[in-house]
């Protein structure tokens, strides 16, 4: 089974370059966001991208290409500036791409082990941002003009310099929720609504008081146990008997308890789930260096069984396993009490590369009957 990729492609923000334009840097920015074929992201990932431009096609001829190792977010996004320095390898010149010269493409690449051996992960037609490159420096624009001229002939004034500004909307006056000037505005409203000027401390919220948003608190919540009349019947009322309105009540449990329930004395409180009877068993955290063939490496694009001893496991009994960490490499198909004191587990690697499942941990839940 081959592990399939999905890329979001999103739009990025290219400035313009050309000889006329030294100053402006040659290169564009590109923002992707890496997904496995189940929509778990790879978060935290470091990984190798080739990036290509093609001419024409999505099978087009590459006109420029690059490789480079980012490492993914927790969101398992990543940025890359396409042409600046710091790739590991390119071939051909970024500068030299015409992109008057018909319909341009990027094709994507992944490596996610940080090598060599790249999987494609989609291609995709640069639409009008990239032409922002060929804007600025084109020799023929309208009636042969270039783009700064045409930018003179409307009214205009200003050296290059400040044509390429306007295109970033350098120096100009921000509105709505916004105050000041780009490309730096300030954020002084939220839905028209003024937010105070207040440095906030560690912890505080934003809060509408009636009039702006200001920084606020959040209140201190404190638990307590509740002693009731009735069996599973929580009853408020003030000192003449009247029912509370209005009231919040926040009850948050104690380590270790996980269930509120209400014993046999009538109150109600947190309580174990072992402790409150719902079920018999066990929760732990386990291991395993070796699968039933003795190895300790799952082949690329295939299933592996491995055993583990679990006490008092009895066949019949309901076991589940999950990993203990964010695993994205490989699978838990099932798990199942195989024999007395021995749970059986099935794994399953969906990468193109081995997958060593040494130092893994898992937290394992029986239910006895």
Excluded: H
């Excluded at 084109?138 to 290059?160: C, F, M, R």
Aim: hydrophobic share 40%.
């Amino acid at each position: 089974m081959q592990r399939k990729l999905l890329i979001l492609l999103m739009a990025s923000l290219l400035f313009g370059i050309s000889p006329v334009f030294a100053q402006a840097p040659q290169q564009f920015n590109y923002q992707g966001a890496l997904r496995n074929q189940d929509g778990s992201v790879v978060a935290g990932k470091s990984i190798s991208l080739r990036l290509s431009i093609l001419n024409g096609s999505e099978q087009g001829d590459v006109q420029y290409s690059e490789t480079r190792n980012v490492t993914t977010t927790s969101l398992g996004m990543y940025n890359v500036a396409i042409g600046s320095a710091g790739a590991l390898s390119s071939s051909n010149n970024f500068s030299s791409i015409n992109w008057a010269l018909g319909l341009k493409y990027l094709k994507v690449e992944v490596d996610l082990n940080g090598g060599r051996n790249f999987v494609a992960a989609g291609t995709t037609q640069l639409l009008s941002v990239p032409y922002a490159l060929y804007a600025a420096n084109a020799v023929a624009g309208k009636d042969g003009k270039s783009a700064y001229q045409i930018w003179l002939d409307a009214g205009n004034t200003g050296s290059a310099t400040d044509f390429l500004n306007s295109l970033k909307l350098s120096g100009q006056s921000a509105g709505g929720d916004l105050a000041g000037n780009f490309p730096a505005p300030s954020v002084v409203k939220l839905r028209g609504i003024d937010v105070s000027d207040a440095t906030p401390a560690a912890g505080q919220v934003l809060r509408f008081d009636g009039t702006r948003w200001v920084p606020t608190s959040v209140p201190a919540t404190a638990s307590a146990d509740v002693v009731t009349s009735q069996p599973d019947v929580i009853s408020l009322s003030n000192a003449t008997g009247a029912a509370l309105k209005g009231l919040g009540i926040n009850l948050k449990p104690g380590a270790p308890a996980s269930f509120l329930v209400t014993d046999e004395t009538q109150q109600v409180k947190w309580q174990s789930a072992a402790e409150s009877g719902l079920f018999k068993g066990k929760i732990a955290t386990v291991s395993f260096n070796s699968l039933d063939n003795g190895s300790s490496t799952i082949p690329a694009n295939d299933v592996a069984k491995a055993k583990i001893t679990v006490v008092g496991a009895q066949v019949g009994n309901s076991v589940f396993l999950n990993n203990a960490a964010d695993e994205t490499e490989y699978s838990i198909i099932s798990s199942w009490v195989s024999a007395p004191n021995e749970v059986s587990i099935r794994l399953a690697n969906y990468q193109p590369i081995p997958v060593d499942i040494t130092g893994r941990q898992y937290k394992l839940l029986l239910i006895q009957n």
